[in-house]
């Protein structure tokens, strides 16, 4: 039988700093787990746990197995439930040239941008998806004896050192949020659908589902519901940061995105409510939260400013969805056709209907026309009113048509804006309607739609109501 190794004192090694002490001892801990000849990758985890939480008092380190079946990596460290970094851990036997390479790592590398791989010994640092920096406390000698490295504890004090305090690279163009935003919504999409496969089922999130098939789609199937909550989320968050970037000194977390839903929705309402509420399922709310702290450090300044400059739209927000989607789900995006109309292209196709309704349908109005005709049944007993001129947007997206229609028909009412309040609840609502197939898109019509209109917000808030909404299905 091997001899255990001997218990390290305090004072065995004079000069050594503090966290060199508390790494010797967690060494020892993995030497004397290892030489039993029966220690597993689970077996050292509590040590890993024991070690973070020593030396960085008020992190907490989570190794929770659930959210682990469900694709998240073995650690989560956060610290006042900030998410601060991600451990990846492997046996003690496996290589970690190797894992590095696998498609679990690469999913990890794209969407999470403060990560250690370690094997208990070895520690390799990422930051953004880029390697920084290798450290080794000890390699495997004979008889399973631990060699420690030559400057090893120094060296791996001070990476974990870094780790913890990294200011993560603030995302401050288009291109690099989208794909930041698209790794992490397929890491959620993995998630979920992996919940509904563990034994544990769907828990909470198959209750979510049900109350989509009751609202939406009532064939809906467990992967395309993982594929629309996910996309529904990140998209649902980004609008929600975009809405309180006016703020200042304002810490964005995923509790402000039920703020941002109008009342108006319920359905929407009640699920940004659950998402930013205690009772989001515990195997994605890492994810969730990884996701809010990334749009929290972003410069959204930069971010729509640069978006808006290259695309020559004037509001990147709405058609950021496009860039996002490219990165996310390109077969889908070309599936369903997201391509935007740029808004030049828009308001040239909505002004010539507007003046088509005036010069050839003889409405002088046009767009703005509030003629109400009645018709009646066979017998004469019962009638029904309904607006001439009806506009319906068959695959709304994120309803730009149907915002610039509102602009449109605003623009006509300078001089009588005493009468736009009025006008929008009788005559301008009831008959705008807008269809679309994809969850995200039809969040953002809802959700982002108030912030676009503030003319149209104002005439409800006239009326004691602050939220609209037109019919987008």
Same mark, same amino acid.
């Given at each position: 039988?091997?001899?255990?190794?001997?218990?390290?004192?305090?004072?065995?090694?004079?000069?050594?700093?503090?966290?060199?002490?508390?790494?010797?001892?967690?060494?020892?801990?993995?030497?004397?787990?290892?030489?039993?000849?029966?220690?597993?990758?689970?077996?050292?985890?509590?040590?890993?746990?024991?070690?973070?939480?020593?030396?960085?008092?008020?992190?907490?380190? $989570? @190794?929770?197995? &659930? *959210?682990?079946?469900?694709?998240?990596?073995?650690? =989560? +460290? %956060?610290?006042?439930?900030?998410?601060?970094?991600?451990?990846?851990?492997?046996?003690?036997?496996?290589?970690?040239?190797?894992?590095?390479? $696998? @498609?679990?790592? &690469? *999913?990890?590398?794209?969407?999470?941008?403060?990560? =250690? +791989? %370690?094997?208990?010994?070895?520690?390799?640092?990422?930051?953004?998806?880029?390697?920084?920096?290798?450290?080794?406390?000890?390699?495997?000698?004979? @008889?399973?004896?631990?060699?420690?490295?030559?400057?090893?504890?120094?060296?791996?004090?001070?990476?974990?050192?870094?780790?913890?305090?990294?200011?993560?690279?603030?995302?401050?163009?288009?291109?690099?949020?989208?794909?930041?935003?698209?790794?992490?919504?397929?890491?959620?999409?993995?998630?979920?659908?992996?919940?509904?496969?563990?034994?544990?089922?769907?828990?909470?999130?198959?209750?979510?589902?049900?109350?989509?098939?009751?609202?939406?789609?009532?064939?809906?199937?467990?992967?395309?519901?993982?594929?629309?909550?996910?996309?529904?989320?990140?998209?649902?968050?980004?609008?929600?940061?975009?809405?309180?970037?006016?703020?200042?000194?304002?810490?964005?977390?995923?509790?402000?995105?039920?703020?941002?839903?109008?009342?108006?929705?319920?359905?929407?309402?009640?699920?940004?409510?659950?998402?930013?509420?205690?009772?989001?399922?515990?195997?994605?709310?890492?994810?969730?939260?990884?996701?809010?702290?990334?749009?929290?450090?972003?410069?959204?300044?930069?971010?729509?400013?640069?978006?808006?400059?290259?695309?020559?739209?004037?509001?990147?927000?709405?058609?950021?969805?496009?860039?996002?989607?490219?990165?996310?789900?390109?077969?889908?995006?070309?599936?369903?056709?997201?391509?935007?109309?740029?808004?030049?292209?828009?308001?040239?196709?909505?002004?010539?209907?507007?003046?088509?309704?005036?010069?050839?349908?003889?409405?002088?109005?046009?767009?703005?026309?509030?003629?109400?005709?009645?018709?009646?049944?066979?017998?004469?007993?019962?009638?029904?009113?309904?607006?001439?001129?009806?506009?319906?947007?068959?695959?709304?997206?994120?309803?730009?048509?149907?915002?610039?229609?509102?602009?449109?028909?605003?623009?006509?009412?300078?001089?009588?804006?005493?009468?736009?309040?009025?006008?929008?609840?009788?005559?301008?609502?009831?008959?705008?309607?807008?269809?679309?197939?994809?969850?995200?898109?039809?969040?953002?019509?809802?959700?982002?739609?108030?912030?676009?209109?503030?003319?149209?917000?104002?005439?409800?808030?006239?009326?004691?109501?602050?939220?609209?909404?037109?019919?987008?299905?």
């Amino acid at each position: 039988m091997t001899s255990q190794p001997p218990e390290p004192t305090d004072n065995e090694h004079e000069g050594e700093n503090v966290n060199e002490a508390v790494l010797r001892r967690y060494l020892h801990k993995i030497e004397k787990a290892y030489q039993t000849g029966y220690s597993t990758e689970h077996t050292y985890r509590s040590s890993l746990k024991e070690l973070l939480e020593s030396l960085f008092p008020g992190v907490i380190a $989570t @190794n929770e197995p &659930k *959210r682990i079946k469900c694709g998240a990596p073995d650690f =989560i +460290l %956060t610290k006042k439930q900030t998410p601060l970094g991600y451990i990846e851990t492997k046996d003690i036997s496996v290589s970690l040239d190797q894992t590095e390479h $696998t @498609n679990q790592m &690469k *999913r990890y590398l794209d969407s999470l941008a403060n990560l =250690i +791989l %370690t094997d208990y010994l070895e520690f390799r640092w990422y930051v953004a998806g880029q390697h920084r920096v290798t450290a080794r406390l000890a390699k495997i000698g004979v @008889n399973n004896k631990l060699l420690p490295e030559a400057g090893g504890l120094e060296k791996v004090a001070d990476l974990l050192q870094g780790f913890m305090v990294t200011q993560v690279p603030t995302v401050s163009n288009p291109k690099e949020l989208a794909t930041r935003m698209a790794a992490l919504a397929q890491l959620i999409r993995s998630a979920i659908h992996l919940s509904f496969e563990s034994e544990e089922g769907g828990g909470s999130l198959h209750t979510q589902m049900q109350g989509f098939r009751q609202v939406l789609l009532p064939d809906l199937t467990y992967e395309q519901f993982a594929d629309m909550y996910a996309q529904t989320i990140c998209y649902g968050l980004f609008a929600a940061r975009c809405n309180c970037n006016d703020k200042p000194n304002v810490n964005f977390t995923r509790e402000h995105a039920a703020f941002d839903i109008p009342k108006t929705n319920p359905f929407l309402r009640k699920m940004f409510g659950y998402i930013a509420g205690p009772d989001l399922d515990e195997r994605i709310v890492w994810a969730v939260d990884d996701l809010a702290e990334l749009l929290n450090r972003a410069d959204m300044d930069a971010i729509l400013k640069d978006f808006g400059r290259r695309t020559r739209q004037e509001d990147p927000v709405v058609h950021f969805y496009e860039t996002f989607l490219a990165q996310y789900d390109p077969k889908l995006r070309e599936l369903r056709g997201v391509y935007y109309t740029p808004e030049p292209v828009v308001s040239y196709m909505v002004r010539s209907v507007d003046y088509l309704l005036k010069n050839d349908f003889e409405l002088p109005d046009g767009l703005a026309d509030d003629t109400v005709l009645k018709a009646y049944s066979s017998d004469g007993k019962s009638s029904l009113q309904t607006h001439k001129v009806q506009i319906l947007d068959p695959a709304t997206g994120t309803a730009t048509f149907l915002h610039s229609i509102i602009d449109l028909i605003y623009n006509s009412f300078k001089g009588n804006q005493g009468m736009w309040s009025s006008y929008v609840s009788e005559h301008l609502l009831p008959r705008l309607f807008g269809f679309e197939l994809l969850m995200a898109p039809y969040t953002v019509a809802h959700s982002y739609g108030g912030y676009r209109q503030p003319a149209l917000l104002w005439a409800l808030s006239k009326q004691r109501k602050m939220d609209y909404q037109f019919s987008a299905w």
